[in-house]
């Protein structure tokens, strides 16, 4: 059974950095998206199953990090400069690929999802 857990989220001044981890059962093409109340789920950032590849929302672009440790199976994302509006649940999710190259930014295209981590930035 594919499992994927987030951790690390919480409360934080703006300016300030957290770091999520999501622990997954196998090794999978990544995506970090979130939700904020009464908005629709975003794409945050993605990165490829080999290779590091990586992409990134606008929004984050500079401030975000993506990053993975094929020994352990999990995937960072490693937050600086948080601001109020970055304020959301953030899931990760994992796409079974055999390409290694290739990252995903559509939530759609993805097979699993974490239960979800709340990050909330004070001003």
């Known amino acids: 059974q594919v499992q994927l857990v987030e951790s690390g989220g919480g409360l934080v001044q703006a300016g300030g950095s957290l770091r999520l981890s999501c622990a997954a059962s196998?090794?999978?093409?990544m995506g970090w998206f979130r939700q904020a109340p009464g908005k629709e789920r975003e794409f945050v950032a993605t990165?490829?199953?080999?290779?590091?590849?990586?992409n990134y929302a606008d929004s984050v672009k500079g401030r975000f990090t993506i990053s993975r440790d094929h020994a352990k199976n999990t995937v960072y994302l490693q937050m600086n400069s948080l601001k109020p509006e970055d304020t959301a649940v953030y899931y990760c999710?994992?796409?079974?690929?055999?390409?290694?190259?290739?990252?995903?930014?559509?939530?759609?295209?993805?097979?699993?999802w974490g239960q979800g981590t709340q990050v909330t930035v004070s001003s």
């Open positions: 999710a994992g796409k079974v690929v055999l390409n290694l190259f290739d990252y995903y930014t559509e939530d759609r295209e993805y097979d699993y």
């Open positions: 196998g090794s999978y093409a």
């Open positions: 990165i490829s199953r080999s290779y590091g590849r990586t």
